[in-house]
């Protein structure tokens, strides 16, 4: 699509992968409030039918879905990516020339890298807000659309998590509206999938295990689960244990035997380039698993990728003790000393960010603290960071689907009292009790984090925020040979590794090494499906 109108230009690369006609784009598909299934050129016509802005963001808040839209209405050109962002799209507006597209670098004339994006991406891993990492080229956040006329790019978040109060439910009660509401959820699912088979990564957690019990218990046969990572490490064990039990076809990927491939792999710049949009690291968690797999046919080629992104956030993981009576300005400084941890930045930096973060609470002014530090979570770290994994699968051609972010589930645990969600305790006690028990599938070796992990957790951010040191003796378990990978990309491209990024955390040299390839490549994303 290279529509020009009115000082409007589309650039959208895959045109395969839009729908649509006249000047109207949509990728994914979506449910309206009554059930009805939208996709392809249907979902398209739901959007050439707008008439206003105000029925534009009405329709964006009512859908419930994975899709993105983009085009040229009667009202002005437009563009809207849904809550979770799960199809990035970029823009920029210089001398008054709107250009929109799926491929950032495609906006990109001479870089030019922001100061406080590249802090904020050092630190995080992923640009903050509508930034990327060029200065003059932006992304349309999460839950948000972006409209254009007179030259004016006017942005509106049509859906945020954040509550002024939390509903006084009986707990009993709110167990069994879960239930129905997991099941629901599945069932939007397996409808938008339309038969093709499911293949489900499968950790040692609770959020993917549910999603594989959920279709074995109804029925659905054409499933295939995989794991991949060092061999026998923990959540490989698991997930063995549960295919087996559940009697699920399994595909281990062992990643001792095909990590060193990545130096000669011919794809690795194109995906580094689609994973990262120049507004999230690349994450090569999952790439070198799904690329054996594609190659070696280990499932079919239509088959759908459903991870469990991002139930146990949904439920209440990121929540701590006492987080519900912290002020703005301290869950502001929290988030920064939770998440802004890969790399050492000067006191006056982190002051700027904290700022930021300060003025991202205050949009909120009404709501509780504590459930606009989720919103930031949500639309932050789990759309930039958490779901963007989900393009190792997109590049191979494969369609995802993230029932955790069904609009009614995240409705759900929107409003809930604190104390239901503090330790995942009513998410972890349904998924145990009604789908994981009855099929034997609940052990004694569980990973799920308990009480005194959480205040471990909140005892640790407390010690390093006051000696900030410590950051650097932090290790954390490698199951996904990212020191090697890291190292491989250190020596393939021959970068010197900055000392000032945490190599302790595992994404810490990753985004080093990234940052310097994406300053010392300026092509533009091949038009291009493998």
């Known amino acids: 699509m290279r529509d020009h109108l009115e000082g409007v230009t589309f650039k959208f690369s895959c045109e395969n992968d839009w729908a649509g006609k006249d000047h109207v784009k949509v990728k994914g598909y979506a449910f309206d409030p009554l059930g009805n299934f939208y996709d392809g050129s249907d979902l398209a016509l739901l959007f ?5 802005a105000e029925e534009l963001v009405s329709l964006a808040r009512s859908l419930n879905g994975l899709y993105c839209a983009a085009g040229v209405l009667e009202f002005g050109a437009f ?12 823009y920029t507006n210089k001398t008054g020339r709107f250009s929109l597209s799926d491929n950032p670098y495609d906006l990109v004339n001479s870089p030019v890298f922001g100061t406080l994006p590249t802090v904020e991406f050092k630190t995080a891993g992923y640009t903050i807000g509508k930034n990327t990492l060029y200065e003059d080229v932006f ?34 009660e709110c167990k069994k509206e879960l239930k129905e509401i997991l099941d629901c959820a599945m069932q939007r699912m397996v409808e938008s999938v339309k038969g093709r088979p499911i293949a489900i990564p499968l950790s040692g957690g609770y959020d993917s295990r549910f999603i594989l019990v959920w279709l074995v218990n109804n029925g659905y046969s054409d499933i295939v689960a995989f794991t991949y990572g060092k061999k026998n490490n923990p959540d490989m064990l698991l997930a063995e244990k549960v295919a087996k039990k559940l009697n699920v076809r399994w595909i281990c990927v062992s990643y001792d035997d095909i990590v060193n491939e990545l130096g ?17 690291m690349p994450f090569f968690q999952d790439y070198p698993a799904v690329k054996k797999i594609h190659n070696e046919g280990l499932f079919v080629s239509n088959s759908v990728i459903v991870p469990g992104h991002s139930g146990d956030f949904i439920a209440g993981s990121h929540l701590l003790p006492r987080e519900n ?34 003025d991202f609470f205050s949009s909120y002014s009404t709501s509780i603290p504590y459930s606009v530090s989720e919103w930031w979570n949500f639309k932050e770290r789990q759309a930039k960071f958490i779901v963007n994994s989900c393009r190792a699968y997109q590049f191979f051609g494969y369609n995802i689907r993230l029932p955790f972010f069904d609009v009614e589930l995240v409705e759900f645990f929107r409003t809930l009292p604190f104390e239901y969600k503090l330790y995942k305790r009513i998410y972890k006690e349904v998924l145990e009790e009604e789908y994981f028990k009855p099929l034997g599938v609940c052990f004694a070796e569980e ?26 003796l932090s290790k954390q378990p490698d199951f996904h040979c990212y020191i090697e990978i890291s190292r491989l990309l250190f020596e393939k491209y021959e970068y010197q590794p900055d000392s000032s990024y945490m190599r302790g955390l595992l994404s810490g040299p990753i985004i080093d090494w990234y940052m310097n390839f994406i300053k010392n490549h300026n092509e533009v994303l091949p038009d291009k499906n493998l």
């Open 447 to 472: 990973l799920q984090p308990s009480p005194f992990d959480y205040k471990k957790k909140m005892l640790k951010q407390c010690v390093t925020r006051m000696i900030p040191l410590l950051k650097h």
């Open 139 to 172: 992304q349309v956040e999460a839950a948000s659309l972006i409209l254009f006329k007179n030259n004016v790019v006017t942005i509106t978040e049509y859906f945020n998590y954040t509550t002024v109060n939390t509903d006084k439910r009986d707990y009993a």
């Open 325 to 358: 009576r912290k002020a703005s300005a301290q869950l502001a400084a929290d988030i920064f000393d939770a998440h802004n941890v890969y790399y050492d930045i000067s006191r006056v930096d982190r002051s700027r960010i904290v700022n930021e973060y300060n």
């Open 79 to 90: 563009a809207l990516v849904d809550r979770i962002r799960s199809y990035p799209l970029f």
């Open 264 to 280: 000669q792999d011919q794809f690795l710049e194109d995906y580094v380039l689609y994973g990262s949009n120049a507004s999230s």
């Open 48 to 52: 050439m039918n707008i008439r206003s």
